[in-house]
């Protein structure tokens, strides 16, 4: 696969992005992002383009539209980013991002993930208690009118 002098670093995020390598010193690297962002990185916080593409869990940026989709990288000219929901998407390098395993962004890790998961539960109960209130409401709606109909 290419890489053009490309490296992947982390942003602000805890996402590696690609980019590539401007003004360095001993401690710290200029990174011009491909997306025409810039950041001042840690050396540690560089990884090569193979490195990134064969051991980070992927991700593209569907349709330039800001929302990224995991997948995987099926084809190099163009490149092709096959998304785990089947979708497949011909890709600018500029769209990816990757999470490493090692060391994840906040919003993949374990405690973080789980407090997000148990309000995504208690959101979906709320929502599933709020549709019963409101059959109930219904029905006795329903059971008041015909009373008052027929009951008098």
């Keep these: 696969m290419?890489?053009?002098?490309?490296?992947?670093a982390r942003a602000g995020d805890g996402y590696?992005?690609?980019?590539?390598i401007g003004e360095a010193n001993e401690s710290h690297v200029e990174v011009l992002f491909l997306d025409g962002n810039t950041a001042?990185?840690?050396?540690e916080d560089i990884v090569s383009f193979e490195h990134a593409i064969s051991t980070f869990a992927l991700q593209a940026n569907w349709k330039n539209g800001g929302t990224f989709y995991p997948g995987k990288i099926e084809g190099q000219n163009p490149m092709v980013m096959k998304y785990d929901d089947g979708d497949v998407e011909n890709i600018e390098l500029r769209q990816l991002r990757g999470a490493s395993p090692d060391n994840p962004p906040?919003?993949?890790?374990?405690?973080?993930?789980?407090?997000?998961?148990?309000?995504?539960?208690?959101?979906?109960?709320?929502?599933?208690i709020g549709v019963i209130v409101g059959i109930v409401v219904i029905i006795l709606f329903v059971i008041g009118f015909f009373l008052g109909l027929f009951g008098g």
């Design 2 to 8: 290419f890489d053009d002098g490309i490296i992947f």
């Design 16 to 20: 590696f992005y690609p980019g590539r």
């Design 40 to 43: 001042t990185v840690q050396k």
């Design 106 to 128: 906040a919003s993949n890790r374990g405690c973080l993930s789980i407090i997000g998961s148990i309000f995504d539960t208690l959101d979906a109960i709320g929502f599933v």
